[in-house]
């Protein structure tokens, strides 16, 4: 489990100063996201953070897109997104399964045909795609995730997990569950520590938390970055904490 950083987490900072300051933070990889640093089907911005993160010495681990499979995006809408991660270096695609989505639903039905079309295009590249975990998709809950997982049935798809902010306070031991429900099929992690959307805390504040799942996350066996994501303020000072945290989190017993 290597310390990573989600680009999204400094949207007002340039490629440059978010690889540098994620090599200052010893955190290992980079999740770049397509809203602002690297949007899709820019190939010379996915160029640049590509040069930035090894000039850092920081890898790309994944290119988080806003790509919503369940709006059936046409096969150049989901082309963009792949060709960009392979000029970015990527091995890895974070796609949305879309809101509002109900199991059953002609709207499932769409979602899944669309997902399965872009697990395929994406291992005719050679890269993953992990599912956002996020409220109000059909990913809102690990049992709602292993579901669509098990319905596209490709190979290389994933989840990602992140703490379920949207059922309210969950417990360290009830976090971990969830991790290790997904087992082989969880993706990456989005690391944060919030009391609610809008009351962002230190990451120690969360130090039970986080320890319990990165624990459930090491026994799922393979190889993943946790990534930090939403530090206080969106403040540079808060990521140097929050890394610290992190990277002590992980270190060897």
Known sequence: MRPGLCSVTLRSQSVDEVA??????????????GDVHVPPG????????R?????ADVAVASYGSYLFAAGAPTAAESGAVLDTALALGAPNVRVWAGFGVVAGSPEYSTLVAGLSAIAADAAARGITVGLEF???TPTATVDGAVSLLDEVGAANLTCYWQPP??????TPAADAAEVAALGARLSHLHVYEWAGP????????????????LDAARACGGERVAFLEFVAGDDPEALRRDAGTLRDLLAPP
């Open 198 to 213: 809008e009351d962002r805390r230190p990451l120690a504040d969360g130090r039970a938390r986080w320890s319990a799942v």
């Open 134 to 136: 996020h409220g109000g």
């Open 20 to 33: 540098r300051l994620a090599g200052e933070c010893g955190l290992a990889a980079i999740e770049w996201g």
């Open 165 to 170: 902010y949207w059922h309210g306070p969950t």
């Open 42 to 49: 820019d190939t010379g911005a996915a160029r640049r953070a």
């Open 51 to 55: 040069a930035a993160s090894a000039a």
